[in-house]
Each structure stands twice: as structure tokens, then as C-alpha cells.
């Protein structure tokens, strides 16, 4: 228990430490920064409270582009994974060159998709779409491939036809990989969405909010934007989270003693 | 194997380029689009103008990718110290720890303006935003690579009075090399695109400004062939790490692991 309440009270005293040096102004004399550029958090908390309920209108622009964008996204990359996995020679290679997308950066799709489409929320789902690809295709593939030993000679000796295979092994093995690509990709499409919002012809999101509040020089506004995003962030990180408990009840990576007892033990 | 990946590799990559002739040329002829030039130019105007203004893309790149790699280094080095204390000290650990995780969570990017707002330097701005954003990664897989230390390897050191130095340079900084290498395998792409991002916010040179500038005087070849040449310098800067792993850990399979983000 008491190991527990330092797990909680150490980052939280960190915390409030931090807080309170910025509140102060210690970060303003040690940086030499006037308090115009650099609001503390007193004054981001009331403008936050202030324009909540604008905030909040762009937070859900920029979420439900970003949450679009990643069911697309991901729902190609698994159909990349799958197709790959039945055509394993020609496959393998093609999800090499589509992990390759992971390294365009996303700076430069957004002016991309702004040609290509006409609204700001259509490019926005552009974006995402394309940057949330890579992970799920590459970490659902594996789950369908790495199979446990001598699994797929049992089904065969089943005289198991490809689809039973399909369903009843490879799907249930790719689930955690699936998973894990979820929670790479809602981390990617928030950045993608507020970063696609910097260049957008849109006048709404957050990306919008910042940038306009940032030229505006409204520092507070600009800070509080990015609170919100973070909140945001987190928010639907744990949803996903919570998700994957309810749905890989069954899987040892969400039982942390029999992922001990599994480990395996070396022996000489 | 080895071969047959890199030619069915480059069958892809031949077969893309012709789709994208093709796409290019549905869009132009097929459609009768007026914005074909900009929407989807022909790959081989595109490369040309890339030919032709080498030089400039070139400059413009250089700057940018310097600074990304001076920022990538300094994140990756302040990344790897924090998990060396962390590893060290349980409070540190402690402490660190669930902000390393929320800031897995949170769009870290979306910091770039209010940063360079605050630096007002765009060569600063741009060496801490990708700092920055190589830090958390790279951080967080190291720790993760002095975690998974084999109890037993760790236990026969103890056993032998091994004091902490000779532990860590015997047994857990070679353990965590290839888990560092996973961390800036993901963050080699993010510092590039946090460079041009800084770039686009208001920077005099480099290949976002080039980019934008392009954009905004309509010029489509130079956009286009600025939007390749950062691409090609986020695939690059992966394959600068992969290489720099093959080389320093040959015994890693990296087919294996590679773009994990």
C-alpha cells in the first residue's frame, strides 16, 4: 500500500512543484522572459475557462476528423495485412514499401490533401487517413503471421479450409497486434488532424484555434488550446485502452502473472 | 530470402511509379481536370524539376535536415541519460515515469508554434522541438531495454560484488542498445517532420519555406518536388538509423522490428 501512495505522491509533488516554479515566475527570470510570452498556469486556467465552450466546439472538429480519418486509415492497413497474408511472396514486400508512408512527414501531406480536397475537414480525414495506415497494417500482419508453433500444422491436419484458418486463427492471434496499432494511431491522428489544421483553409479545430491565437499573440489562449488537445489526447488513448481490456479478457497480455509464469526459463 | 525481398521490393516501387504516371495521366486526359498539374503532376515532371533544381532543394534540405539531426542527437542523449537515472534511482523512476507515459499520449507537435513563439529562433526552435520530440521515445524504449535485463544475468553480477559502473557497462548499456535503437527508429521521421514543421511556422530558409513559398506563388513543379524532397529526408533519416543499428548491433534482426510507429 504504501509503495502504492509513493507511485502516487512523488510525480504528483513533482507536479504541483512545477506548477508552482511557473506560477511563480522562477522560469520568466531564469530564461529571461516577459510575462506576456509566457502566461502562467493562473492565467491559462481562467482563459480556459472562458472560452470553454468555444474550445470545446473546435476540440470536437478536430477529434472527429482525427477519429474518421483513423477508422479509414486503419480499416486499409488491416486490408493491406490480410491481402499481404494471402499472397505471402508478393505481399511482404508490398508492406514494406507502404511502411515507407510512416517516414512522409505530415507537414508535407496537408498542402497535398488541400489540393485534393475542397473543405478543411475533408482534408483533415485526408491526412489521417494516409499516416494511420503504416502501424495498423504492419502490427496486424505480424499478428497473422506469428503464429504459434505447429498451430497451422494442426488445423491442417484438421483439413481446415482457408477461411476456418482465417477466422478461427490468424483473426484471434492478430487481435492484440490490432490493438496496439489503435493506440499508436489515435496518438498520430490527433498530432495529424492539428497539424493539417496549421495549413487548412479551415476556420475551426483546434490546430486553427492555436495558430490563430498564437498570431492574435494571445499566449493564453494559444496554451489553453493546447491543454485541451493533451486532455483530449489522453482521453481517447484510455478509451482505446479500455477497449482492448473488455475485448482481450481472454489473452495473457492482459494478466500480468501469467505473462510471468509464460516467460520462458533458460536453461545452461 | 535476403535478395528476394529487396527485388519483390522493387518491383513495388517500379509498379507505384507507373501507377502514379497512369493516375497522373487518368487525371489530365481522362478527366479533362483543370487542377491535374496540381493534384497529381506526372512523376517524371516532378523528378525533372527535381534534376533541375538540385542545387536549391539541396540547400534548402541541408538546412533543415542539420538541424533536425542536431536536435534528434541532443533529444536521443538527454532521452538516454533520463532511463540510465531512472533505471538508477527508483524515485527518479517514480517520478518520471507517468509523464514518460502521458506523453506518449498527448500530440506533442501541436507545441511547435507555441515554441517558436516563445524561442522567436528559428535554428533554436527547431533544434528543441525535435530534441523534444526524439526525447520521450527514445526515453521510454531504454527503459524499457533495462527492464527486460535477465533477472539472473543481473543476480550473478551482484554476486560477484560488481560495483554499479561495472554493471552497467558489462551488462545493461549493451542489453539496451537495441532497445534504444527501436526509440530512434521511431523518432528519426518525427524530429525530420518537426524540422519542416518550424520551417512552415515563419522560418527564412529551408525546405518547408521552400514548400510554402512554392504553394503560395502557385509554382506547382517546386511545391511538388519540395513535398518528394521531404518525404525522401524522412525515409532517409530512417535509413541512416537502420544502418547506424546494422553496424553497431549485427547480431539484431531488424527485419523484424522496423516502424513500429
Redesign the interface.
Known amino acids: 500500500m504504501t509503495e502504492k501512495l509513493?507511485?502516487i505522491l512523488?510525480?504528483l509533488g513533482?507536479?504541483v512543484a512545477f506548477l508552482a516554479v511557473w506560477q511563480l515566475g522562477w522560469f520568466h527570470a531564469l530564461l529571461n522572459?516577459a510575462p506576456f510570452?509566457?502566461p502562467v498556469p493562473s492565467e491559462i486556467v481562467d482563459t480556459l475557462v472562458a472560452k470553454f465552450p468555444k474550445a470545446m466546439n473546435d476540440c470536437g472538429v478536430t477529434v472527429s476528423g482525427a477519429l474518421v480519418g483513423m477508422i479509414l486509415g486503419s480499416a486499409i492497413g488491416f486490408v493491406v495485412a490480410v491481402v499481404a497474408t494471402m499472397f505471402p511472396?508478393?505481399g511482404?514486400?508490398?508492406l514494406?514499401?507502404i511502411?515507407?508512408l510512416?517516414?512522409?512527414?505530415?507537414?508535407?501531406l496537408s498542402?497535398?490533401m488541400n489540393?485534393?480536397f475542397a473543405t478543411g475537414m475533408e482534408q483533415k480525414i485526408g491526412v489521417v487517413t494516409v499516416v494511420t495506415m503504416?502501424?495498423m497494417a504492419?502490427?496486424a500482419y505480424r499478428g497473422l503471421n506469428d503464429l504459434r508453433p505447429f498451430s497451422l500444422d494442426l488445423m491442417k491436419s484438421y483439413a481446415a479450409k482457408g477461411p476456418t484458418v482465417f477466422f478461427h486463427l490468424r483473426l484471434p492471434n492478430a487481435l492484440p497486434g490490432v490493438f496496439t496499432a489503435l493506440k499508436?494511431n489515435i496518438?498520430?491522428a490527433?498530432?495529424a488532424a492539428?497539424?493539417s489544421e496549421?495549413?487548412a483553409a479551415s476556420t475551426s479545430g483546434?490546430?486553427f484555434g492555436?495558430?490563430d491565437n498564437?498570431r492574435k499573440a494571445e499566449?493564453a489562449s494559444?496554451?489553453a488550446y493546447?491543454t485541451i488537445?493533451?486532455v483530449a489526447?489522453?482521453f481517447l488513448?484510455?478509451v482505446i485502452a479500455f477497449i482492448e481490456r473488455r475485448v482481450l479478457k481472454w489473452h495473457a497480455s492482459q494478466n500480468p502473472e501469467v505473462v510471468e509464469k509464460r516467460r520462458p526459463v533458460?536453461v545452461g | 530470402m535476403k535478395t528476394?525481398?529487396w527485388?519483390?521490393?522493387l518491383?513495388?516501387?517500379v509498379a507505384?511509379a507507373l501507377a502514379w504516371e497512369w493516375g497522373a495521366q487518368l487525371l489530365a486526359v481522362g478527366f479533362h481536370d483543370p487542377?491535374a498539374a496540381?493534384?497529381l503532376p506526372y512523376l517524371h515532371s516532378v523528378v525533372s524539376t527535381m534534376f533541375n533544381n538540385a542545387d536549391s532543394l539541396f540547400e534548402a534540405a541541408s538546412v533543415t535536415f542539420t538541424q533536425a539531426t542536431i536536435g534528434f542527437a541532443l533529444g536521443a542523449a538527454i532521452g538516454y541519460v533520463l532511463a540510465v537515472l531512472m533505471s538508477v534511482s527508483r524515485?527518479i523512476e517514480?517520478?518520471?515515469?507517468?509523464?514518460l507515459i502521458?506523453s506518449?499520449?498527448?500530440?506533442?507537435?501541436?507545441?511547435a508554434?507555441?515554441i517558436f513563439?516563445?524561442v522567436r529562433d528559428m535554428n533554436a526552435s527547431r533544434i528543441l522541438i525535435a530534441a523534444y520530440i526524439t526525447f520521450f521515445p527514445v526515453a521510454a524504449n531504454t527503459l524499457g531495454g533495462f527492464r527486460s535485463v535477465?533477472r539472473?544475468k543481473r543476480q550473478l553480477l551482484d554476486s560477484y560484488a560488481a560495483g554499479l559502473p561495472t554493471v552497467y557497462a558489462k551488462l545493461m548499456i549493451p542489453f539496451s542498445v537495441p532497445h534504444l535503437f527501436a526509440g530512434l527508429k521511431i523518432a528519426a521521421?518525427l524530429s525530420?517532420?518537426a524540422s519542416?514543421?518550424v520551417d512552415?511556422?515563419g522560418s527564412k530558409n529551408g525546405i518547408?519555406v521552400k514548400?510554402?513559398y512554392a504553394?503560395y506563388g502557385g509554382n506547382m513543379d517546386i511545391?511538388w518536388a519540395?513535398?518528394v524532397t521531404?518525404?525522401l529526408?524522412?525515409?532517409l533519416?530512417?535509413l541512416i538509423v537502420l544502418v547506424a543499428e546494422k553496424i553497431l548491433v549485427p547480431w539484431q534482426d531488424t527485419a523484424n522490428q522496423?516502424?513500429?510507429?
Open positions: 509513493k507511485n512523488w510525480p513533482f507536479g522572459l510570452q509566457l511472396k508478393w511482404y514486400g508490398g514494406i514499401v511502411s515507407a510512416n517516414a512522409i512527414p505530415i507537414v508535407a498542402p497535398i489540393r485534393w503504416a502501424a504492419i502490427n499508436i496518438t498520430t490527433m498530432i492539428i497539424v496549421y495549413f483546434l490546430g492555436i495558430k498564437l499566449m494559444g496554451w493546447i488537445a493533451s489526447g489522453v488513448f484510455l533458460k | 528476394n525481398v527485388g519483390v521490393g518491383v513495388w516501387i507505384l487542377m496540381s493534384k524515485t517514480r517520478i518520471a515515469f507517468p509523464y502521458i506518449q499520449m498527448i500530440p506533442v507537435l501541436g507545441l508554434p507555441i513563439n516563445l535477465d539472473e521521421p525530420v517532420t519542416i514543421l512552415m511556422l518547408g514548400l510554402l504553394l511545391f519540395s513535398v521531404s518525404a529526408m524522412g525515409v533519416s530512417f522496423g516502424g513500429a510507429r
